[in-house]
């Protein structure tokens, strides 16, 4: 085949009149109106299009014991990809980068972990101590209150949840085998991630120059260039999500310290992980804290630490984050909500975590390929659903 008869990759993505030539009609399709036979074309190829969605998330769904592990190393390794590449460039030995990377990763996890066990069992006693005050004064709050309620309508409404919780012990002991599987499967699962971690850290051009191979050789440059710059994405937002957790995670914390809101240390904590979920986790773990400072503290106390949650939240979006990390375009809200409701729905807490990194993969990948910038080497210039990579800050005369 002559290179002027050989279909270049980039017309794929260029629209073409479409012929009508060798059509076959029939008298019925005369009869339909040409608005509906339009209407069924798009409807047809849309199922499809479904359908191969439906059964990719369905596999996933199966292999989750498989899948999850894998994206969370590939989630890990972008997190730790600037400080390797680092090492990398100062002349480290890659084996030592790998060993530095896990062993500093495994002794913050490690930190993290004691910290909390130490400061839940510094103030469980305390803790113990101001939730029976607590239960105490909703307890007269529903006697003094407006529901104006008895003491026989309260205990028959606990007798009532202590009759649900017997009901359902036997399906508590019954999934205590399932508890076990479980419990087998998150150590199976975290062996796992650690040895792909390994692997993506020491071997992880190797992996991927062998994955390419998988491709039409004409269509290797393209897939290339879409995965490198969606991979870029995916460092740049789990980056840009460490800076944002570990912000939120030292105001908080620190307020509810000063506030005298107990387990400030497990809230902290909990706020650093529920921030890699962008905005949803957020809200979530805020309210938490919030929660705690009205339970324990009193409603004047819960009132400052919403507002330093609020102002947290504030510092880090409007002021440290564009100047940490300059004027990237930011995500919609809505579109964060909607890709990590659908993911929760699909996935659980692991589609909502992955969600929004695997969109921005896809995003990034796809507008590689429909702008043809994979050619050039240039940063795709177009968005289907946003940008997560960095521009420059333009300059306007005014």
Sequence with gaps: MSEEQRPRLRDL???????????????????VPRGLRIS?????????IAAVVAGFIWIVIELKLLVIPLMVSILITALLWP???????HRFPRWAAVAISL???????????????????QQLPDVQKRSADAVEQFRQFLLDGPLHLSEAQIQGYIDQGLKIVNEQA??????????????????TGAVLALFILICLLADGG??????????????????????????????????????????????????????????????AVLVFLGSFVPIVGAVVTGAIAVLLALVYNGPWIAL????VVLAVQQLEGHILQPIMMGSAVKVHPLAV????????????????????????????????????????GDQPDADLIWSTVPRERTRRNR
């Design 40 to 48: 069924a074309a798009y409807a047809w190829r849309l199922l499809l």
């Design 304 to 307: 400052a630490m919403l507002g």
């Design 206 to 267: 190797r992996i991927w120059r062998w994955t390419l191979r998988l491709f039409p050789r004409a269509a290797r440059p393209a897939a290339d260039a879409a995965a490198t710059n969606g991979f870029a994405t995916l460092v740049n937002y789990a980056r840009t999500q460490l800076f944002v957790a570990a912000i939120d995670a030292v105001g908080i914390g620190v307020g509810a310290a000063l506030l005298g809101v107990p387990l400030a240390i497990p809230v």
């Design 13 to 31: 993505f260029r629209p073409r009149p479409i012929s009508t030539e060798r059509t076959v009609t029939t008298a019925a399709d005369e009869a």
């Design 103 to 121: 062993i500093g990763t495994i002794a913050i996890v490690s930190v993290l972990m004691w910290l909390v066990v130490w400061q839940v069992r």
């Design 83 to 89: 400080a390797f590449q680092w090492m990398l460039r």
């Design 170 to 187: 036997q399906t508590l002991l019954n999934g205590a085998l399932a508890v076990g599987t479980t419990a087998a499967h998150v150590i």
């Design 337 to 376: 909500v909607l890709v990590v409701a659908g993911g929760s729905m699909v996935g659980g807490i692991p589609g909502a975590l992955f969600a929004v990194p695997l969109a921005a993969f896809v995003n990034v990948a796809a507008v590689t390929i429909s702008t043809g910038s994979w050619r050039t």
